[in-house]
């Protein structure tokens, strides 16, 4: 089962998972988690390296939208 979602509902579901992030990453008991010796990811990645994942999924997101509305934008002038 495919899931349809359009652009506009994807790059909410992505805005709102970074605001998530922001929120857990800002919270004390996650600051403390992550400021201890014992916390390791394999890649030395921390929440904050998520939250700007996403920010720059969203923006290319931003940009492929600006790229189809100049090109329909001149299409539809040459009709």
């Given at each position: 089962?495919?899931?349809?979602?359009?652009t506009p509902?994807?790059?909410?579901i992505l805005?709102?998972?970074?605001?998530?992030?922001r929120l857990v990453g800002s919270s004390r008991d996650y600051c403390k988690i992550q400021s201890s010796e014992?916390?390791?990811?394999s890649n030395d990645v921390v929440l904050n390296d998520a939250f700007n994942?996403?920010?720059?999924?969203?923006?290319?997101?931003d940009q492929v939208e600006?790229?189809?509305?100049?090109?329909?934008?001149?299409?539809g002038t040459g009709n």
């Open positions: 089962m495919e899931i349809q979602l359009t509902e994807i790059r909410a805005q709102g998972c970074q605001y998530t992030l014992y916390f390791s990811t994942i996403l920010g720059e999924v969203v923006d290319a997101i600006q790229v189809n509305q100049q090109g329909e934008s001149k299409h």
